[in-house]
């Protein structure tokens, strides 16, 4: 297995990069889950990477990752580390976060539910062996890809594109509200500048849909990476609502996908136009 495909760009090329590092759905051979398959792909941000698929004929490259986020997830630090999760003392640094706190650091150790992924602890092993081959391909890829749009361009685009369940409130345990149709994140401010934030949130609205920013989710490793508008490179975590383009009970696209992906393609166009302005 492939840790990722990389789209290039099929249109005149622009700096912007699109990235889905949950969409993955091809479940390793070792993986030796204790729960069934329909149970595991609840963790993954379903058919992400086709909704983006327009954005090479925007000029845009795509990266989308081959493996489940519940196997390792590359939208984490290396030392997201649970070490609840293993047989032995981790050898390197090891950071707790809230995602830690959750059961959802670098390797999953339960669903959003609280259902344990494994019947056994792992070895440290096996998880350097998916470091070695999933998470570090990725991450080679996708920072190869923003730099070179960067030393040609002087200035770069990055979207890190997820879905999110209708329930996010709840599996984040923060208080209950309306869910927006899409979430911006920019670390509140701090990965990209103001009129990125504009261009992107104008498109979507224009489609009818409704947009937050940072509410719930504010983004996390991967455009902490790479979100520094001072050198001109701009990072946002872009969330779709699952409902409003599949349906989560037969894991299916639904009525929705086409305008969903219509709505994409809108946003992507328009980034296309400010990144040549």
Known sequence: MRAFELTRPTGPELPIVV???HSGRH???DFDAGLPLWQLRQGEDAFVEQLWAGAPAAGASLLAANFPRVYIDPNRSLEDIDEALLDAPWP?????STKTRLGIGLVWRQMAEGLPIYERRLSVAEVEQRIARCYQPYHQALNAA????HQRFGKRWHLNVHSMPDDSYAQLGLPEQQLADFVLGDLD??????TTMLVLEGALRAQGYSVARN??????EIIRRSGQPARHC???QIEIKRSLYMDV???QPNAGFVRAKTAIDALLAALARHAQA
């Open 189 to 194: 401010g701090s990965s990209a500048d103001a």
């Open 92 to 96: 390197g640094p090891v950071t707790e």
């Open 215 to 220: 509410d719930p989710f504010k983004g996390v």
């Open 234 to 236: 701009h990072a946002v």
């Open 19 to 21: 990235d889905s590092p």
């Open 146 to 149: 923003l730099d070179e749009a």
């Open 27 to 29: 479940y390793p051979g």
């Open 249 to 251: 009970q037969t894991h």
